[in-house]
C-alpha cells in the first residue's frame, strides 16, 4: 500500500501518510469508516431481507413455500400467487377503499390542522390548554378509544363507511399534523405577517398568500406522512368496517387467512401490491419527508 | 397623507411592565418624524400602536384628528419599513412591491405601472424580475421601501429601516433615504436608535427613555436646548461632560464652584439665573467642544490635569480629570498637551447646560 507513495485515498489519508502515521490512519480513520459503512450494511439488511423475503415468497410455488424456509426461491419461479391474489380476493377493492380513506382523511387533516397550527402560534387560540390537550389525545392508545368510537360512529350511521373511516382517521391523525406543522409555522418571522395586515391584507388571506407559500413543504411532508399513517391504519379499520365496500387494504390483507386457510404465497403477493403505491409515493417526497420529520425531531 | 397625533398614549404589557407612558405628541401632515431612543424606550411599541400591530392600553391615536384606535391596520393606510424588511422570500422584487396593490383589485396595467414608477424611482430596474433572496441588503431595504410607497399611504413608518446595512452603505442610504421621502412629501414616522439618523433627516424629534417622552422638538432645538439631563447625554458624540457644581452670589456676582473649580459667570449666563430660586446645587453639563483650553493660563479660566490625549487628526480629544471623573474636550488638531501636564480650561458660557441634582430637569430651559 504504501509503495512510492502513489495511492490516493483522498487529501486527509495524504496528509497522514506525509507524516508518516498509518497507525494512526488505520486505528482510526480506516477502522472508524469500514464500521460505519458495515453498520449501514446490516441496518439496510434488516429492513430489506422482510420485503425480500415477501417479494420472493409471492413468486414461490405454493408447494415451495410449504417445506422451504429459504430467503429466495429454490425451485421455478410463478406468477400464479399473483393471479389468485387478485382472483380470489376483492384485492383491488380494497386498495381502492384505502386510498379513497387516505387521501381524503389527510386533506381533511391538512385543511384543519393547517389553520388550527396558524392560530394556535399565532393567536395563542385555546391559550396553553388547547394544544397540551391536542397531543395529550396522540399519546393515549386508540384501543382505549375504540369501544366510544364505535358507538359514535354507529350513533351516526356511518359504520361500514368510508366516510366514517376516513372521520375517524382524520381525528386520529390531527395531533401529529398539529405536532408536525408547529415547527413549520414557528420558523417563519412574525414581521413577514404583520407586513402583510399593514399592507391590506386580512388575517386569513395573510395565511393563505403569505404563510401557505412558505410552509407548503411542510404542509407536503405533514400530508405524505397522514397518509402513510391511514394507509397503515388497522385497529380502527378493523372495529368499523366489515364488508368488502369498506374494508381497507391492512384488513383485506387478513382475509387471505380466513377464507381460503393459510395462503401465504397469496398473502405476500397481496402485501407487495398494497405497499408498491405507499413505496412510490414516499420516494417521491423522499427530500420533503425527511427535512419535515428531521424538524419535528429538533423540536424540544 | 395625514396627521398623527398621539393623546396620552399607555402602553402596559401583562397589566405590569409599562411600555410606553403617557405619550402626547403631533406630527404634522408631510413632516419627517423621529422617534429616537435607547432600545427598550418604548419607541417599537409606540410605532405598533400606531401601525395597529399592538392594541393601546389607554389614550387616544388619531390621523388626521380621526381615532384609530379601533381600526385594523389593514384599514390605517399606513406603510411600513420593517428593521428586518420583511420581505415576502418566495416572491420576486416586481410582486413584492405589487403585493399591497393586489389585494385592492386594481387593474393589472395600473400595477404595472405603478410598481414600475416605484422601481424607477428607487433604481430597482435592473433587478425587477430578480428573487428577493439574491438581493444586496441595499437592494432589500430599497424593495422594502418600495413596497411601503407604492400604494401611497396616509403615514409612512420606518422602523431601524438602514441599522442592519453597514456603515458605509448607511451613510449613503441616510441621505437617498431622507432625499426620496422628502420628494414624496409623505408624512414620516423614523424610528431609531442612532442619534446621527435622527439629527441628520428628521424635521422633528422626539426623544424616549424608560417609556417618557423626554422631549419633542427640532434638532438643533434638542442639541442646544436639551430638556433633561438624559436628552442632553444622549445627543451628540462625544456625549456631554456632567459634574456637579454649585451656584454663589457674591454681591453683584454668581459664581459657580465645585472642588475642581471657580468660574465667574458672565453677564448673559447671569441674566438667565435671575429670578432662581432652586436648590444651589446643581449638575453641570458641558458638551465637549465648548470646551475651551489653553496651555497657558486665560482669564477666568482653572487648570486640570491631562488623563489622556486622543489625536484624530482634524482635532484632538482630551480627557480631563475633573472632581474625580472624566471631562472631555474637544479641540483643534494642532493642540496637543502631554499626558499629566497641567492645561486651562474656561467653558463656552452660552452653552452651559444646569440640571436638577435629583429630578435631572433642565433649570434653565426655554420652552
Known amino acids: ?300 | 397623507m395625514a396627521s398623527v397625533e398621539l393623546r396620552n398614549v399607555w402602553k402596559i404589557y401583562g397589566g405590569k411592565v409599562q411600555a410606553v407612558i403617557d405619550a402626547c405628541w403631533k406630527c404634522n401632515d408631510g413632516e419627517f418624524f423621529s422617534i429616537l431612543g435607547p432600545s427598550g424606550c418604548g419607541k417599537s411599541s409606540t410605532l405598533r400602536m400606531i401601525a395597529g400591530l399592538e392594541e393601546i392600553t389607554r389614550g387616544e391615536i388619531l390621523f388626521d384628528d380621526r381615532v384609530v384606535n379601533k381600526m385594523p391596520p389593514s384599514e390605517r393606510n399606513v406603510a411600513m419599513v420593517f428593521e428586518n424588511w420583511a420581505l415576502y422570500p418566495n416572491l420576486n422584487v416586481y410582486e413584492n412591491i405589487a403585493f399591497p396593490l393586489r389585494v385592492r383589485n386594481l387593474p393589472e396595467a395600473e400595477i404595472d405601472r405603478k410598481v414600475k414608477w416605484a422601481a424607477e424611482f428607487l433604481g430597482l430596474e435592473p433587478v425587477l424580475k430578480t428573487g428577493v433572496k439574491h438581493l444586496s441588503g441595499g437592494e432589500m431595504q430599497r424593495v422594502s421601501i418600495g413596497r411601503a410607497i407604492v400604494r401611497e399611504p396616509a403615514v409612512l413608518i420606518m422602523d431601524e429601516p438602514i441599522s442592519h446595512l453597514d456603515a458605509g452603505l448607511r451613510a449613503r442610504m441616510r441621505d437617498e433615504l431622507k432625499k426620496q421621502v422628502a420628494e414624496l412629501g409623505v408624512t414620516t414616522l423614523y424610528i431609531t436608535h442612532d442619534q446621527v439618523e435622527s439629527m441628520a433627516m428628521a424635521d422633528r424629534i422626539a426623544i424616549m427613555n424608560l417609556g417618557r417622552i423626554q422631549q419633542v422638538g427640532t434638532p438643533l432645538d434638542i442639541y442646544y436646548n436639551p430638556a433633561n439631563e438624559f436628552v442632553g447625554g444622549f445627543i451628540g458624540e462625544p456625549p456631554m461632560n456632567f459634574t456637579l457644581c454649585e451656584l454663589v452670589q457674591e454681591g453683584e456676582n454668581y459664581f459657580i464652584t465645585s472642588p475642581s473649580f471657580r468660574l465667574q459667570l458672565d453677564d448673559i449666563c447671569k441674566a438667565r439665573f435671575l429670578g432662581y430660586r432652586g436648590n444651589p446645587k446643581l449638575k453641570l453639563g458641558v458638551r465637549p467642544e465648548d470646551v475651551l483650553v489653553s496651555l497657558t493660563p486665560m482669564p477666568n479660566s482653572f487648570g486640570l490635569r491631562v488623563d489622556f490625549v486622543e489625536p484624530q487628526g482634524d482635532r484632538t480629544i482630551i480627557s480631563l480629570q475633573m472632581n474625580g471623573d472624566i471631562f472631555l474636550a474637544q479641540v483643534l488638531g494642532d493642540l496637543r498637551p502631554e499626558v499629566n501636564q497641567t492645561v486651562y480650561v474656561t467653558f463656552d458660557q452660552r452653552h452651559m447646560h444646569f440640571f436638577d441634582v435629583e429630578t435631572g430637569v433642565n433649570v434653565l430651559y426655554m420652552s
Open chain 1, 1 to 300: 500500500m504504501e509503495t512510492n507513495g502513489t495511492f490516493e485515498i483522498h487529501a486527509e489519508a495524504e496528509e497522514i501518510v506525509a507524516r508518516k502515521d498509518v497507525s494512526y490512519y488505520v486505528s482510526h480513520i480506516l477502522f472508524g469508516r469500514v464500521f460505519r459503512i458495515v453498520l449501514l450494511l446490516l441496518f439496510i439488511l434488516a429492513i430489506l431481507i422482510p420485503i425480500v423475503y415477501i417479494a420472493s415468497t409471492s413468486l414461490k410455488e405454493p408447494i415451495e413455500i410449504r417445506v422451504s424456509g429459504a430467503l429466495l426461491p429454490t425451485g421455478p419461479i410463478t406468477t400464479i400467487n399473483w393471479i389468485k391474489a387478485f382472483r380470489n380476493v376483492p384485492l383491488v377493492r380494497y386498495l381502492f377503499n384505502s386510498t379513497v380513506v387516505a387521501f381524503f382523511s389527510t386533506i381533511l387533516v391538512l385543511v384543519i390542522a393547517v389553520p388550527t397550527t396558524y392560530s394556535i402560534i399565532r393567536f395563542k387560540t385555546g391559550g396553553w390548554f388547547f394544544p397540551a390537550w391536542i397531543l395529550g389525545t396522540y399519546v393515549m392508545p386508540p384501543i382505549v378509544v375504540s369501544i366510544p368510537i364505535f358507538a359514535m360512529v354507529k350513533m351516526v350511521g356511518l359504520q361500514n363507511t368510508l366516510l366514517g373511516l376516513l372521520l375517524v382517521h382524520t381525528m386520529a391523525n390531527m395531533p401529529i399534523a398539529v405536532w408536525l406543522m408547529d415547527s413549520y409555522i414557528r420558523a417563519i418571522p412574525k414581521e413577514l405577517e404583520q407586513a402583510a395586515w399593514i399592507d391590506g391584507y386580512s388575517k386569513f388571506d395573510t395565511l393563505r398568500r403569505v404563510v401557505f407559500p412558505l410552509i407548503r413543504p411542510g404542509v407536503l411532508a405533514t400530508g405524505v406522512i397522514c397518509l402513510i399513517l391511514s394507509w397503515n391504519e388497522f385497529l380502527f379499520a378493523l372495529i368499523l368496517t366489515y364488508g368488502v365496500q369498506s374494508n381497507t387494504f391492512p384488513i383485506g390483507i387478513s382475509r387471505y387467512v380466513g377464507e381460503h386457510g393459510l395462503q401465504f404465497g397469496e398473502m405476500s403477493a397481496a402485501a407487495l401490491a398494497g405497499i408498491v403505491p405507499i413505496y412510490i409515493l414516499v420516494f417521491l417526497f423522499s427530500r420533503n419527508l425527511v427535512e419535515g420529520l428531521t424538524r419535528g425531531g429538533v423540536k424540544g
